[in-house]
């Protein structure tokens, strides 16, 4: 649940963050973009990894919201 929490966390700053670098113009936006993408897809597959290992009950609640952020994190990764 960590790792989806702060997978979530991340996207939620990412957008916020990788505009105010555009705006800007900083050099640090194509770093911050790669670093972000491939910090929170790895995440959000460790989540996915570790979903079977929880109680019977919460299994598809622990992995619903971390298959969701793979596709998410996936697809920005691809958009680069």
Do not use: K
């Not at 194509?30 to 989540?47: E, K, P």
């Amino acid at each position: 649940m960590v790792l989806t929490s702060t997978s979530g966390l991340l996207l939620a700053a990412f957008t916020g963050v990788l505009h105010y670098l555009e705006s800007i113009e900083s050099d640090s936006a194509d770093s911050w973009y790669t670093r972000s993408v491939t910090m929170g897809f790895f995440m959000a597959v460790g989540a996915l990894l570790l979903s079977p290992f929880t109680v019977r009950q919460l299994r598809l609640v622990a992995a619903a919201p971390a298959v969701l952020l793979v596709a998410i994190w996936f697809t920005f990764g691809a958009l680069y």
